[in-house]
T-cell receptor, first 115, second 113 residues
Framework: GAVVSQHPSWVICKSGTSVKIECRSL??????MFWYRQFPKQSLMLMAT?????????EQGVEKDKFLINHASLTLSTLTVTSAHPEDSSFYIC???????????FGPGTRLTVL | GDSVTQMEGPVTLSEEAFLTINCTYT??????LFWYVQYPGEGLQLLLK?????DKGSNKGFEATYRKETTSFHLEKGSVQVSDSAVYFC????????????FGTGTRLTIIP
């Protein structure tokens, strides 16, 4: 099956710093990538949808200036959490779609802890 | 808008018990339906899916049937194992492909020996 990787798998940072998370589709071209946020013991909440070469579409309530998404190539999307604060601590998951049936393949997630 | 309502957990069962996790949905048209599983410390994995009414998805002994008349996609397994302990998410996807997934809240399943 299609493989999606995320890097890093976990990161701890100080409040006020920025953190970049990478999402890569390893064996297929991802025309669309999705970024989700998962709080402990809760479901995944879609943050934004990005299409290669286009600006991301953010869900209502998600600050686009805080969560910068770039989808510069068909195999790479990045999420940058700018000026991170403790409330941004969460599990961030990406998924990628690009096969003919539109199935999404999920990365293993990145746990962000902001001190 | 689209929504998924999933049986709340946590659910605790003994090994070899029968499992049902209920899932109902609200959507326009004929969405695709999915069950994803998240094992401890891991990302989501697709467990099974169904793309049209009356389709049955199956994998690893799990089954779910797309019921248009009741807008449901209940997950079942006849005999659970300890290794099935995980969080299970029901989800739907719109009809156009490459669309976002709408997830249920997840059901934590624990199987005791």
């Amino acid at each position: 099956g299609a493989v999606v990787s995320q890097h890093p798998s976990w990161v701890i940072c100080k409040s006020g710093t920025s953190v970049k998370i990478e999402c890569r589709s390893l064996d297929f071209q991802a025309t669309t990538m999705f970024w989700y946020r998962q709080f402990p013991k809760q479901s995944l909440m879609l943050m934004a949808t990005s299409n290669e070469g286009s600006k991301a579409t953010y869900e209502q309530g998600v600050e686009k200036d805080k969560f910068l998404i770039n989808h510069a190539s068909l195999t790479l999307s990045t999420l940058t959490v700018t000026s991170a604060h403790p409330e941004d601590s969460s599990f961030y998951i990406c998924s990628a779609a690009g096969t003919s049936d539109g199935e999404q393949f999920f990365g293993p997630g990145t746990r962000l802890t902001v001190l | 808008g689209d929504s998924v309502t999933q049986m709340e957990g946590p659910v605790t069962l003994s090994e070899e018990a029968f499992l049902t996790i209920n899932c109902t949905y609200t959507a326009t048209g004929y969405p695709s339906l999915f069950w994803y599983v998240q094992y401890p410390g891991e990302g989501l994995q697709l467990l099974l899916k169904a793309t049209k009414a009356d389709d049955k998805g199956s994998n690893k002994g799990f089954e779910a049937t797309y019921r248009k008349e009741t807008t449901s996609f209940h997950l079942e397994k006849g005999s659970v194992q300890v290794s099935d302990s995980a969080v299970y998410f029901c989800a739907l996807q719109g009809i156009w492909g490459n669309e976002k997934l709408t997830f249920g809240t997840g059901t934590r399943l624990t199987i005791i020996p």
